[in-house]
């Protein structure tokens, strides 16, 4: 019997050993280019992101301090102008300052809007941890935008619910957002109806206040919605056209939601009016217990 080992061995193995040397270097050679790649990428993208960072910073502080020098004057305006409409005798006189005034108030609250908007980009609005009563805060916007909606022919009603009691949250912001939702909704439903109401909803990280501001006005079709929370945008252009405004408004007012626990959201059809619903944590016993 003749025995024969068919196998190649260790030595067929050392013939072909360079070859396998060779290809694991071009793999590691080809890794370490890869790597290297991607990592110069990464820094790139850091860097820009940065730059980008520090210019939105920049911006904003020239905003915010240009801002408080036009609104100094434009206070300056308007107080002028009051006094020119309370001692003038001239009704053409009267009705030019008058004019001045509701020019002046426009731009005013446009700029506020534009400085909020800065301050919230740099993250330097703070906001307060209040326990508010839901009763008192639906009063009080509703006897301020009382002359606005009589002005504009729309009837303004109050729906609270007894089940809302108090809240926690940054009372001049609240206001703030309530006021935003119930102009707007007054703008865009002329000799229609806006009803405020309030309700409890459960929800499982605790239960909120929700504030509904409901209009019987134009309606947002469902594609144009997320327009609307977005700065410096309406729904569309017709509607920035014809109504105006910086389209900061529902901007800010869901960027303060959101710093005081809760959210702004909308429902709304074309033609159909809409309903902006704005939820505030509920104030928890200790809380009350502590105010």
Known sequence: LLWRNTHPGSAAFQNRIWPVILGLLCIGALTLLITRYLV?????????????????????EFLAKVGHQLRTQ??????YAEIIQEETDS????????????????????????????????????????VLPVV?????????????????????????????????????RLRQCLLNLIGNAIKFAPRGCVSIKTRVQQR?????????????????????????????SHANAQVGEIYGGAGLGLSIARDLAHAMGGDITVTSELGEGATFSLSVPVASPKALKAA
Not at 41 to 56: C, L, N, P, V
């Open 136 to 172: 008192g805060m639906v009063a009080e916007v509703h006897g301020l935008m009382r002359p606005t909606a009589r002005t504009a022919g729309v009837n303004l009603t109050v729906q609270p619910s007894a089940a809302a009691n108090y809240v926690v949250a940054d009372h001049v």
């Open 204 to 232: 499982e990280g605790g239960d909120v206040v929700v504030f509904d501001i409901i209009d019987n006005g134009i309606g947002i079709a469902k594609t144009e919605q997320e327009n609307l929370f977005k700065p410096f």
């Open 74 to 79: 434009l206070n300056g305006i308007i107080g």
């Open 40 to 60: 110069a990428h990464q820094i790139r993208t850091m860097a820009s992101a940065q730059a980008m960072m520090e210019a939105s910073r920049v911006k904003s």
């Open 91 to 130: 009704p053409s006189a009267r009705s030019d300052a008058e004019r001045i005034v509701t020019g002046a108030r426009h731009l005013n609250v446009l700029l506020n809007d534009i400085l909020d908007q800065s301050r919230l980009d740099t993250d330097r609005i703070s906001v307060k941890r209040e």
